[in-house]
């Protein structure tokens, strides 16, 4: 059985840094193809950082700001966020997708402050 279990996130001022971690349990985070998505109220959840064995991808928002990285002995995937802006604030969810299905961390909150 998959499960992503997320930590990190916060309260932090803008120009600020937080990070996160999503670590994978039930299979190896390499047959994955990771990536981060945020979400604010009344919203859809959008894209922000994705992580293949092809490379790293981001947002144009947060190019720049943000790294997406994973450690396979910790089967873990890390988004780093720095120069925080107060419209990054939303719910951060990871998630992981297989072959046959997709599955998803817990959410955190991040709220930036100005």
């Known amino acids: 059985q998959v499960q992503l279990v997320q930590s990190g996130g916060g309260l932090v001022q803008a120009g600020g840094s937080l990070g996160l971690s999503c670590e994978v349990s039930?299979?190896?985070?390499?047959?994955?193809?990771m990536a981060w998505y945020r979400q604010t109220p009344g919203k859809e959840r959008d894209f922000v950082a994705g992580i293949s064995p092809g490379g790293t991808y981001y947002v144009e928002a947060v190019k720049g700001r943000f790294t997406i990285s994973v450690d396979n002995a910790k089967n873990t995937m890390f988004l780093q966020m720095n120069a925080l802006k107060p419209e990054d604030t939303a719910v951060y969810y990871c998630t992981a997708a297989g072959n046959s299905a997709d599955y998803w961390g817990q959410g955190t909150q991040v709220t930036v402050s100005s």
């Open positions: 039930g299979r190896a985070i390499s047959s994955f193809r």
